[in-house]
T-cell receptor, first 112, second 109 residues
């Protein structure tokens, strides 16, 4: 009964380092999303994948790339981390776009 | 530009009272609106969905209204309990998904 699983849960990076956040869902959902959440800013959409094989930019895509590896997995990559990318990152999935979203537990990222 | 507004100030109420949270939006024509609950350190959890042609939706102690003329949704928790303390987020489904910044609810015993 895992739902949406994100790894890692915590990460500290130095400026300029790269890393990939992993997300997997076991609900056979078509759509997957990556959000960042900053204090007072709410959830902001970074990228989403409406269906396997497609990805689209959200509200704040700069500095990020994504890969929809298969129907289950959607990864988020930071090529050269910046302190402004310090945030909590949430992955979510839904049956289709506009349906109810199910969220992972989040990844807390600090960039020093 | 498109905008969703929720009261950024925390709402403090006494146990047993009704909590009412507001979500206002501009420049959207949402197909429907959703409400989520978020506890500290956790991801949001879906609570209720209301479609544009529905005025009101209920689930146990929760009630949501949706006024597309006023561009506003109200979220009510009746007979509130300390366990209802959390941040509540509204989300609009238009061509994409847009979340408000949330309102923190504190229910005091």
């Amino acid at each position: 009964n895992a739902g949406v699983t994100q790894t890692p849960k915590f990460q500290v990076l130095k400026t300029g380092q790269s890393m990939t956040l992993q997300c997997a869902q076991d609900m056979n959902h078509n759509s997957m999303y990556w959000y960042r959440q900053d204090p007072g800013m709410g959830l902001r959409l970074i990228y989403y994948s409406a269906s396997e094989g497609t990805t689209d930019k959200g509200e704040v895509p700069n500095g990020y790339n994504v890969s929809r590896l298969n129907k289950r997995e959607f990864s988020l990559r930071l090529e050269s981390a910046a302190p402004s990318q310090t945030s909590v990152y949430f992955c979510a999935s839904s049956l289709t776009v506009q349906n109810i979203q199910y969220f992972g537990a989040g990844t807390r990222l600090s960039v020093l | 530009s498109q905008k969703i507004e929720q009261n950024s100030e925390a709402l403090n109420i006494q146990e047993g009272k009704t909590a009412t949270l507001t979500c206002n939006y501009t420049n959207y024509s949402p197909a429907y609106l959703q409400w989520y609950r978020q506890d500290p350190g956790r991801g949001p959890v879906f609570l209720l969905l209301i479609r544009e042609n529905e005025k009101e939706k209920r689930k146990e102690r929760l009630k949501v209204t949706f006024d597309t003329t006023l561009k506003q949704s109200l979220f009510h928790i009746t007979a509130s309990q300390p366990a209802d303390s959390a941040t509540y987020l509204c989300a609009l489904a238009s061509n994409k998904f847009y979340f408000g910044s949330g309102t923190k609810l504190n229910v005091k015993p």
